[in-house]
């Protein structure tokens, strides 16, 4: 049985009042765009060149990032803080290294404790090194009854919840083919509710989600999940998919990116958004970073 109850009280309200200035915002766009409230980060296996951490920084930098996203756990955290202080290059936050083979869902209980220990870590070396969100796939529907799965992957999490309000670190939910919280094969309109109640369901504001825009984009408009998803949203993944064209560049397949600003500006969206598309070079990620320019009107 889920362990799902209605939210408490006060983070009812909390909610509300972030609604309701989410409203506000709206009301201000044109300025929002001027203060341009999408800051621009990408995943460090992009960087694909040659050279020591610092080396790899700069050239993300000199693209024209702000920010970056590292795997943990496993990080050389004096090496980071050292690439950091050389390039003034943050990290914004991490990706949980581990999350796919070694799953909160998994039926077997000595895996499900070797998943919260790594998330466990992942939220400390993130601390570490200067970053607010670990990125989380909490979990793989084909572990179980969805029942299970739901319960399984709520129940190992929250354990970690304790942990990431201490430390100021959100575990940030990614929304991602893995057969949880939607139908992998079902229709092209599908409702975000079952992310919302996963979500809320830990009654914290250090659960959130990183919502990846074209990760959606198969299962319909990743705007309307937006709105829906409003505050819980605390960082963006950034990439596009088409029907025809499968994984694209940013702006080349379906994903309606003037829909997508206008979501985003309706519930007060401020805050990173990552880059996950294919690597290469400073040439390359300056490319990247131009079409991320042009799909968030930061030009």
């Not at 799902?4 to 009042?17: A, I, T, V």
């Amino acid at each position: 049985m889920r362990v799902f109850r209605s939210r408490s009280p006060l983070l009812r309200r909390l909610f509300l009042s972030i609604s309701a200035f989410a409203v506000a915002v709206a009301a201000i766009a044109p300025l929002q765009a001027e203060m341009r409230p999408v800051h621009k980060s990408l995943k460090m296996n992009m960087v694909r060149i040659e050279g020591s951490l610092t080396d790899k920084f700069r050239v993300a930098r000199d693209a024209g990032f702000k920010g970056i996203e590292l795997d943990s756990p496993g990080l050389n955290v004096e090496e980071v803080k050292q690439a950091i202080a050389e390039t003034g290059l943050p990290v914004d936050g991490t990706i949980c290294r581990t999350h796919w083979q070694i799953r909160h869902t998994d039926p077997d209980p000595e895996v499900r404790a070797q998943a919260l220990a790594d998330l466990q870590n992942a939220l400390r070396e993130t601390h570490a090194i200067g970053g607010n969100t670990v990125l989380l796939v909490p979990g793989h529907g084909r572990d179980g009854t969805s029942e299970e799965v739901w319960d399984r992957a709520f129940k190992n999490i929250n354990q970690a919840v304790p942990l990431a309000a201490e430390l100021g670190v959100v575990i940030a939910i990614e929304n991602v083919w893995n057969h949880f919280l939607y139908e992998h094969d079902g229709p092209a309109d599908q409702s975000a509710d079952e992310f919302v109640e996963f979500v809320d369901a830990f009654r914290s504001p250090w659960v959130g989600m990183q919502f990846d825009i074209g990760n959606h984009q198969k299962y319909g408009d990743p705007a309307e999940w937006i709105r829906t998803l409003g505050p819980r949203i605390v960082k963006l993944d950034v990439k596009d998919w088409g029907r025809e064209s499968g994984w694209s560049p940013i702006g080349q397949g379906d994903v309606d990116w003037g829909n997508v600003r206008e979501a985003l500006a309706e519930i007060g969206f401020t805050g990173w958004a990552a880059a996950e598309v294919a690597g290469g070079d400073g040439d390359h990620l300056k490319m990247v970073s131009e079409q991320m320019d042009e799909a968030f009107g930061l030009r």
